[in-house]
């Protein structure tokens, strides 16, 4: 969304499209929605190759149920998404794709290939992901959000920008961050945790801290951004009419603005998230997710932590030590100083200008 507000600054009269897959398809309309409703969201079919970081390639050929007959299904997901991306291109014959990495951008880019329709490419991850690696084989421009070494890219096409976020993350005021608070109806006397594992939720994460939450609301008020699918559940478990506690589901808007609020941010590796919490300034706790292909968020994580910026709990180890979490959280939060410094050693990660230099990016490969 942040590149998608620098192109219509650059070119207001662009047509700009979102294709999503189908099991983000409800969010991406919501957040695209409340960017600019002329926006038009599709669904796109594909589909991912499972490989785990913590499996050997033997034991994941041992597990055909879960790992090999849904990665032979979901090849050919990929190959029915092809078929109907170039559908959708030949219909809408766009002058540039602009592509993420996630798993829909594969058959999106093959049919760009096959249509000779350029791409760019933005590869957040300091460890470059297979979609990425295999369009960037074809791409016109290549965007990195990590310096360039950490990657295989052609350096003739490839470009260090950072990772693009909204204007919005930028550090607060201690006046800013008070109004914040009450914003989203907390007390503002009181130090604020906001917990979120991503835009579809993270379980380990959640558990952990609906089973502390007792020892965590004594000291700390806190906001749960639970992800839909365990949103019902969560509920039941939780109090509903404290006011040092909010289940949220999911925010489509204000995200920078709950974010500000906080004292201290419990979330996951992502690298996006990660640079948006880096132009907020804030302190955080990072629960890297190990079970994801390559273990891109570990090697993420560890970037930050060998810089004193984060914090990081083991994800595994909490699932049966949740103290380990509200343990991590009750130390920064003794720790004003602590917590400060590593605030100002993750504020050296921030690039304010990547979004416009991908939008510019994007605007010349198009011409």
Not at 183 to 196: E, N
Not at 224 to 250: C, K, M, N
Not at 343 to 350: N, S
């Amino acid at each position: 969304m942040a590149v998608l507000r620098e192109l219509r600054q650059l070119h207001p009269r662009a047509d700009i499209r979102f294709w999503s897959d189908t099991k983000f398809v409800t969010q991406a309309r919501a957040i695209m929605g409340n960017f600019d409703s002329r926006i038009v969201v599709s669904k796109i079919i594909a589909g991912k190759l499972r490989r785990y970081n913590n499996l050997s390639i033997t034991r994941q050929l041992m597990r055909p149920f879960t790992i090999v007959l849904p990665n032979l299904r979901d090849l050919l997901l990929v190959g029915i998404g092809t078929i109907q991306s170039i559908m959708k291109l030949l219909v809408w014959r766009p002058d540039v794709i602009f592509t993420k990495g996630g798993y829909v951008c594969l058959p999106v880019g093959f049919a760009a290939r096959v249509l000779g329709i350029p791409i760019v490419v933005h590869d957040s991850d300091a460890h470059p992901g297979l979609t990425n690696r295999i369009l960037a084989r074809f791409a016109s421009a290549i965007a990195t959000g990590a310096p360039l070494e950490y990657y295989p890219y052609p350096a003739d096409r490839s470009r260090y920008v950072g990772i693009p976020i909204a204007p919005e993350f930028k550090p607060f005021t201690p006046a800013q961050q008070t109004n914040a608070k009450g914003q989203f109806g907390f007390d503002p006397g009181r130090p604020l945790v906001v917990v979120t594992g991503g835009g579809l939720g993270a379980e380990r994460i959640n558990n952990a801290i609906a089973s502390s939450l007792d020892t965590l609301l004594s000291f700390t008020s806190i906001a749960l951004l639970s992800g839909v699918a365990q949103y019902d559940e969560l509920r039941a478990l939780t109090p509903q009419d404290d006011a040092r506690f909010q289940l949220i589901p999911f925010v489509s808007k204000d995200m920078a603005i709950l974010l500000g609020a906080a004292d201290l941010i419990v979330t996951r590796a992502g690298a996006t998230t990660l640079l948006e919490l880096a132009a907020l300034k804030k302190p955080i706790i990072l629960i890297p997710n190990g079970y994801l292909t390559g273990g891109h968020q570990l090697k993420n994580a560890a970037v930050y932590a060998d810089k004193h910026a984060a914090l990081i709990v083991d994800d595994v180890r909490i699932e049966h030590e949740p103290e380990l979490l509200s343990n991590a959280i009750l130390r920064l939060l003794s720790n004003p100083q602590e917590a400060q410094a590593m605030a100002e050693a993750l504020a050296t990660f921030a690039r304010p200008n990547a979004a416009r230099d991908v939008a510019e990016m994007i605007l010349s490969v198009a011409k």
